[in-house]
């Protein structure tokens, strides 16, 4: 939540402490690497990319945005995410946006955890994500099912666990010549992932990729 003392005080940077930059140019390098593939260890039947792995500057900025109230991370932390889709894209792992549009999934989040910490950071940087790639829209179709625990005081791999089978496909219509790619923030065992894009096929919306800002497994280059 912003508040008057926000417009006042510069944050500090969420990734290193540095004092009056929200998101500093040296944090920034560390998304910039170019996204590497990620071997996950559920199987999502759609190749898993990370700008990192979930460490340093990237996992504090996650942690930030997700666990305090960063919104003003959903900025950087998208425009990263943009650039990954590009490389993505001229690597040709996704069609050129002459062939497809693309569509950007966020992956789940709990509603009532993601409203008590002041919406889903995942959505907000897919939104920014999407309006700086060409040709590009953010859907956020899916959601996760009532009946999840409130995944707080659990382990990344425990919430994943807790996600997967209470999926849901949220009634938002999806182009069906679009590339879809379901973003997330961490991508842990892909449990998520992969119960993400089962609910999406089933709808008859293949998924292309996953992109995340970290990866949780070591990943490795490809
Ligand atoms: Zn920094």
Redesign the pocket.
Known sequence: MWTLLDLILPLD?A????AG?G??P??AVTLAGGPVRVPARSGPAAPCWALGGYSG?RRQAVLAAKERGRRDLAEPLGRALAAGLAALREAGELDPPELAPLVLVPAPTRRRAARQRGGDPVARMAAVAARHTRRAAPAVALRAGWTTRDSVGLSAAQREANLAGRVIRRPVPIPPAANVVLVDDVLTTGATAAESIRVLRRSGTPVTAVLAICAASRPTNA
């Open positions: 940077c990734g290193c402490g540095a930059s998101w500093c040296a944090c500057p």
